[in-house]
Structure formats: structure tokens, C-alpha cells
């Protein structure tokens, strides 16, 4: 069994910060990628910013420059510090964890909870 455990978000001010983490735990063969997606309300989830196994990350336009990823892979953790933060950035963030258990399902995602995230002043 797989989970996904977020910890982290909540409300803070324009400009302000916050970090997010998330911990999966599974009988792990491999773990390809982590990352967070965002879905805010009556909008399609949407990819915030993500990191493979060899530390590759990717970002979304609107996010570059002000969100950091990284991880720890002893801890299959992955965390998103994010500054700077906008009232644009209001949504639910969810982890995500593309990986495989067992060689006969082969990778799939697996996602968290979600955790809420609300800029305003």
C-alpha cells in the first residue's frame, strides 16, 4: 500500500512563504519522479513543479523563479519551498509520486491528499 502523507500550507500573506512536504511511504521497486500539482477551484489540476530520481526539475512557467523543489531521497520526501507567493497561487497542492512496486503493474502515480494553500491579505 501506498501513501502519500503532505504536510505543510495554509494561509499566508502576499509576498509571503511557505513550504510544503510530503513523504511517501510503499514497498518501492524504484521511485521515477516526484512532485506537486495544484488545482484551484474550477480549474483543471495543473503541474506545479517536479524532480526524477537523478534531480532533474521541472517548473511551471508561473511558478519559476519564486518555488523551489528538492528531496530527499533516503526519506522519500520531496519538499516545494515557495516565496514570493500571490494570490494567483491560492489552490490545493498535491503530491505526487510516479513509481513503481511491483514489476508486474509497472510505474503509476500515486497522489496525496492534497493540502490547501490561500494567499490573501
Known amino acids: 500500500q501506498v501513501q502519500c502523507v503532505e504536510s505543510g500550507g495554509g494561509l499566508v500573506e502576499p509576498g509571503g512563504s511557505l513550504s510544503l512536504s510530503c513523504k511517501a511511504s510503499g514497498n518501492f521497486v524504484t521511485i521515477t519522479r516526484m512532485g506537486w500539482y495544484r488545482q484551484a477551484p474550477g480549474s483543471q489540476r495543473e503541474l506545479v513543479a517536479s524532480?526524477?530520481?537523478?534531480?532533474?526539475?521541472t517548473y511551471a512557467d508561473s511558478v519559476k523563479g519564486r518555488f523551489t523543489i528538492s528531496k530527499d531521497s533516503a526519506k522519500n520526501t520531496v519538499y516545494l519551498q515557495m516565496n514570493s507567493l500571490k494570490p494567483e497561487d491560492t489552490a490545493v497542492y498535491y503530491c505526487?509520486?510516479?513509481?513503481?512496486?511491483?514489476?508486474?503493474?509497472?510505474?503509476?502515480?500515486?497522489w496525496g491528499q492534497g493540502t490547501k494553500v490561500t494567499v490573501s491579505s
Open positions: 524532480i526524477f530520481s537523478g534531480g532533474t526539475r
Open positions: 505526487n509520486t510516479y513509481a513503481t512496486v511491483s514489476y508486474m503493474v509497472g510505474a503509476r502515480d500515486y
